[in-house]
Nanobody
């Protein structure tokens, strides 16, 4: 059974930074694409960032490009999201998700390509 546990959310002022972490209990973690999505109240869940199974390829939503960095540690089965220069519009529940094995980069932003999801962690950015 796959379990994902996110941590690191909280309240931060605009311009500040947070680091989200996701610990995954899944066999052969190193073969799966991993992603971060977010959902604000009244909005659809949206893509934030994804990283390939090896960590060699990453993809970001335009709204976070240059401010957020996704990384993974396949030895520890973890994926992190470093968020800098946070804005009030980044306020949302952030979800870690396991994608497909060796998936194509063109599928990274499609939430339907992620079968497993964590419970989410709240990020609130005050102005």
């Amino acid at each position: 059974q796959v379990q994902l546990v996110e941590s690191g959310g909280g309240l931060v002022q605009a311009g500040g930074s947070l680091r989200l972490s996701c610990a995954a209990s899944i066999r052969t973690f190193s073969t799966y694409t991993m992603g971060w999505f977010r959902q604000a109240p009244g909005s659809e869940r949206e893509f934030v960032a994804a990283i390939s199974y090896s960590g060699a390829n990453t993809s970001y939503a335009d709204s976070v490009k240059g401010r957020f960095t996704i990384s993974r540690d396949n030895a520890k089965n973890t994926v992190d999201l470093r968020m800098n220069s946070l804005k009030p519009e980044d306020t949302a529940v952030y979800y870690c998700a396991v994608g497909r094995r060796y998936s194509s980069r063109k599928t990274y932003a499609n939430k339907d390509e992620y079968p497993y999801w964590g419970q989410g962690t709240q990020v609130t950015v005050s102005s």
